[in-house]
């Protein structure tokens, strides 16, 4: 059997356009910022998108590595930033030669300063090189693919998991599915779209609603015979149109309609739930929060602090609950805050120095004020380490110069930059054993259980500021979610015949 040329390509970020940390292009040099063979190098035996593309492609095929960038959720890019990437990708596309097909790892809710949609961005920089050949893209659940970019795009498969551990699994899959296409078996993704804003907290795969609406899709989806279904309840905390969640469905494009129809009927029922309030979620303050872990018997107990969710965008150094926690004298408290200034004071004051400071509380006014911080410099690091559990295993990632502060009760983890806390080596690269804490802050929503799902006794979500908040319409909205109802307007995408 013959092969055939697939080009491989990414763009990755999770874009809060409420967030003041905004990435720089050193933003994504110190994540992702590859060409050609390096991206092989960087994934292969790992257990990312990209690593399942490159194990599901066959061995008859060449694989040609052409770009790919990523950098940690945060504010939009500059226009400079996004210019060098797109700059980039098409060098890379143009120098590539002929390709049979491309696959992207892409997000799926990226913004720029003057582009709005990133990922329709990037296919139609694609399909102005390459032409009409099949595209397949992988995307976060909590992308908020638009009509456009669908239409644009031949193959759209989403991850099934939150916290995200199926990434390889969506990347060998869509490899499978773009060969399908290529040999004759010609595939399309019909989208639709439910105008809704969704806390990350109601959005888990292992609980309901997500749990029972996936089990109901798959088996529709099933039953008529579809390649693939998949629900991305999408990320409330970026002011486009294209918010809300959204439903995917791949099948023979012969075979179209009937996928748009089970689209809708997915998308049917979830606006029934979210208007049934099955989507709704209410969680304690920090203060109450903080005073039902005292009375809490199990250990440790995880504090989510759901507004500064670093995974979505978030600061990382907000402070009510490190305020609370140590107002509260909580011995055996472990709480991560990023302020690179402070981080960097201790790297100067060295092991063993007494540091008094105020931490946290910098970025933004969004995420509380500054606290007063007082203790013994116990640990400096570089930052660095490999994850080994089931987020991004294999890969490296960096938390920049990093310092530990005791303070008597509260253990304190100073980093230069704000990490998510999707791996347990975030807190045991710096010799601090998450099961031995007594509270644990994660300042994230549920992608956090990924690294310390398994040692928590306990889980209390917080209803803290930030630019997460666990209602997202308290985030000011220039923006409306779209239905599906203007889905099946026929969206084109830049370059296609009106």
Partial sequence: MSGFRLGIAGCWHETNTYSARRPSLRDFVDYELLS???????????RSVIGGFLDGASAADEVVPLFSAGAWPGGPADKETFAELMRQLRAAVQSAGRLDGVLLNLHG????????????????????????????????LHGNPSPEFVAAT??????????????????????????????????????????????????????????????????????????????LPGFAYSDVNRAGISVLVVDLIERQSLAEQIADDI?????????AGGFTVERPSAAEAVRMALAESRRPVVLADVADNVGGGSAGDGTVLLGELLAARV???????????????????????????????KTDDLHGKPVALEGTVTRLSDGNYISRGSWGTGLAFSMGRT???????VTVVLT?????????????????????????????????KAAYGDVAGAVIEVSTPGACPIDPWRLPRSA???????????????????
């Fill in 154 to 231: 031949d193959i759209v498969v989403g991850y099934n998991t939150y916290p995200h551990v199926d990434m390889w699994e969506c990347g060998s899959q869509a490899a499978g599915l773009l060969r399908d296409s290529l040999q004759g078996r010609t595939l399309c993704t019909a989208v639709s779209k439910v105008p809704a804003l969704t806390c990350p907290l109601a959005q888990g795969t292992d609980d309901e609603p997500m749990r029972g609406l996936l089990a109901w899709a798959s088996g529709r989806a099933a039953e008529a015979g579809a390649r693939r279904v998949s629900i």
């Fill in 403 to 409: 310092a530990v502060v005791a303070t008597g009760t």
């Fill in 480 to 498: 409306e979610p779209i239905g599906w109802s203007a889905v099946r307007r026929r969206p084109t995408f830049p370059g296609e015949p009106q």
């Fill in 331 to 361: 011995d055996g408290a472990v709480v991560v805050i990023a302020d690179a200034d402070l981080a960097a004071q201790a790297h100067e004051l060295g092991v063993g120095a007494h540091i008094h400071a105020m931490a946290g509380g």
């Fill in 36 to 46: 050609g063979d390096a991206i092989v190098r960087h994934h292969r035996g790992t």
């Fill in 109 to 140: 809710a990226m913004v720029a300063d003057g582009e709005p949609d990133v990922e329709l961005a990037v296919v139609a920089a694609i399909r102005e090189e390459v032409g009409d050949v099949p595209i397949a893209a992988v995307l976060d």
């Fill in 416 to 448: 230069e930059r704000a990490t998510p806390p999707f791996h347990g080596e975030h807190l045991t690269s710096l010799g601090i054993d998450p099961a031995a804490a007594s509270v644990l802050v994660a300042k994230g929503a549920i992608a956090w």
């Fill in 267 to 275: 998308a049917a029922r979830i606006s029934a739930i979210v208007d």
